[in-house]
Every structure is written in structure tokens, then in C-alpha cells.
């Protein structure tokens, strides 16, 4: 049950896109279009952004999307925005029937 | 509108035990798959555990398989975690979150309740 790999931390400018990897491999990522992508803010709930790859939950910005290449899939925030800054993380259902989170990603907006 | 809201934690000593409850409320709560997930301080979102609507299927991270159990009363609108030998590493806030009808992402989430395993 390996944790999927994602970058420390990322930033841009406001304006800016950024782009967040998620590695797996054939058993998670690589083998369903079952990854999803959360926003959290500390002390808040987590939020879900992105369902099964490239799905946009209503009520999220269409700035946000997803997709998926082999065993890493990849969340793309457009036009960034202050109150983006916040902690991201990706997570895949996986052939042993459970979820299996990434370890997170810490977006700053400069 | 849907609400989640935990409680049940608090600070227990090693090897003790703790029962976090997960009230769901603004939905059919027995249409649901439901899934605990913890954050240690300072570290990552972990998943821990999920079950069924109607609790035929379930499964555990390995870190608990074999001390956590979880459970659910559909009559109650309620998630249940039973979590016994705690240990330090346990020690992290605990959300419960509702799987969605037609994906595999958690839609909605608690605000969560805080376990610290201490001696």
C-alpha cells in the first residue's frame, strides 16, 4: 500500500497555471479511472476537486481539470488565484480494493 | 444539504481503545459507501477504512487491519470506527467522508475529531 508520489510543493503567480504530477502504478493509477483530487485548507475539511480523473464536481471552477497518462495522472489549476494556495492531494482506488492517497502537494501562490 | 459530523475522540493511553462515531444527515444514508481517513500532525491525508451502504463489503489500510473495525447503523444515519491497541502513530484527526453516488471520490467530508494516543 505505497502512498502515490507527488511533488512537495509547487508555486506560481497569480494568472499563472500550474501543474500537479501523481504517480502511481499498474495497480492504482495505471489500472482505473478512479483518481480523484482534494483541496485542503489547514483546519478546513478537505475538498473534492477532480472525481474519477477528469470529472469536476458541481460547484468547483472550471479552472481546475484533470487527466491521466499511464500510471500518472495530473491536476492542472488555470488562471491562479490567492485563494488557491492550499495543500493537494490525489488519491486512486487500487486493485486491493482500497483507496491509496498521495503523499500531498503544497501550492503557493507568490 | 448533506452534513458529516464526527465525534468520539479525545487523548487515550497506549493500548487503550476509542469508539469515533460519524453522523450523516441531508442524504439516504444507507445509499452510501462510507470511508474514514486520518491526518497525523504534520503529515499527509492516510485512508483507513471503508464500508458499504448496506456493510456487506469493507476493507482496512494494512497500519490498522486487525485493531480498527468499522461499522454502520443505517436505522441511525451513523459511521462507527472501533479502534483498539492504539498506538502513538494512530494519534491524527479523523474524518469521515461520503464516496459519491456515481464516482469513486470522497464528495463530502466531516469536519473531523481529533485522536491523541499519550501516555
Known amino acids: 500500500q505505497s502512498a502515490l508520489t507527488q511533488p512537495a510543493s509547487v508555486s506560481g503567480s497569480p494568472g499563472q497555471s500550474i501543474t500537479i504530477s501523481c504517480t502511481g502504478t499498474?495497480?492504482?493509477?495505471?489500472?482505473?479511472?478512479?483518481v480523484s483530487w482534494y483541496q485542503h485548507h489547514p483546519g478546513k475539511a478537505p475538498k473534492l476537486m477532480i472525481s474519477?480523473?477528469?470529472n469536476r464536481p458541481s460547484g468547483v471552477s472550471n479552472r481546475f481539470s484533470g487527466s491521466k497518462s499511464g500510471n500518472t495522472a495530473s491536476l492542472t489549476i488555470s488562471g491562479l488565484q490567492a485563494e488557491d494556495e492550499a495543500d493537494y492531494y490525489c488519491?486512486?482506488?487500487?486493485?486491493?480494493?482500497?483507496?491509496?492517497f498521495g503523499g500531498g502537494t503544497k501550492l503557493t501562490v507568490l | 444539504q448533506v452534513q458529516l459530523v464526527e465525534s468520539g475522540g479525545g487523548l487515550v493511553k497506549p493500548g487503550g481503545s476509542l469508539r469515533l462515531s460519524c453522523a450523516g444527515s441531508g442524504f439516504t444514508f444507507s445509499d452510501y459507501y462510507m470511508i474514514w481517513i486520518r491526518q497525523a500532525p504534520g503529515k499527509g491525508l492516510e485512508w483507513v477504512s471503508y464500508i458499504s451502504g448496506s456493510s456487506s463489503y469493507s476493507n482496512y489500510a494494512d497500519s490498522v487491519k486487525g485493531r480498527f473495525t468499522i461499522s454502520r447503523d443505517n436505522a441511525k444515519n451513523s459511521l462507527y470506527l472501533q479502534m483498539n491497541s492504539l498506538r502513538a502513530d494512530d494519534t491524527a484527526v479523523y474524518y469521515c467522508?461520503?464516496?459519491?453516488?456515481?464516482?469513486?471520490?470522497?464528495?463530502?467530508w466531516g469536519q473531523g475529531t481529533l485522536v491523541t494516543v499519550s501516555s
Open positions: 499498474n495497480s492504482d493509477v495505471g489500472n482505473y479511472k478512479y
Open positions: 467522508a461520503r464516496v459519491g453516488a456515481y464516482s469513486y471520490g470522497c464528495d463530502h
Open positions: 474519477d480523473v477528469s
Open positions: 488519491s486512486s482506488y487500487t486493485t486491493s480494493t482500497i483507496w491509496v
